[in-house]
């Protein structure tokens, strides 16, 4: 399975797809098509933790200051779940590989799985 879940409105999102190679991905702009429980449950799992796919820099993180506030794992698995800019994003499912965010490292080893 190939899955990437992004934000068509994202800059960021919109320069790392033009470098990987999609065919044959799902693209599932997540402002219009909002993730299920089941896929933000699959993606825990790949990554290891809720927190892994949790964006500190959306700005409802400061509005409803969360900094804050100690977040349990099922509170941050119910934000991205509510709120699709608290994911980490872009965020590719390669079968059973995950890679999360937009550090070079990250955005690099995809489009390495991809090729």
């Known amino acids: 399975m190939k899955h990437i879940f992004y934000l068509s409105t994202c800059d960021t999102c919109k320069r790392i797809l033009a470098q990987w190679n999609t065919d044959g991905c799902t ?57 699709y800019t608290f994911l980490k994003r872009p965020v590719l499912v390669l079968d059973e590989q995950i890679f999360i965010g937009n550090s ?8 390495a799985a991809l090729a």
């Open 27 to 83: 693209l599932q702009d997540i402002k219009t098509e909002p993730m299920t429980a089941a896929q933000v449950d699959q993606m825990i799992a790949l990554a290891g933790s809720a927190e892994a796919l949790f964006s500190k820099r959306a700005r409802k993180y400061k509005e409803l200051g969360l900094k804050d506030k100690n977040l349990s794992e099922a509170d941050i698995r119910q934000l991205i779940i509510d709120e």
């Open 104 to 111: 070079k490292k990250v955005v690099d080893a995809a489009a």
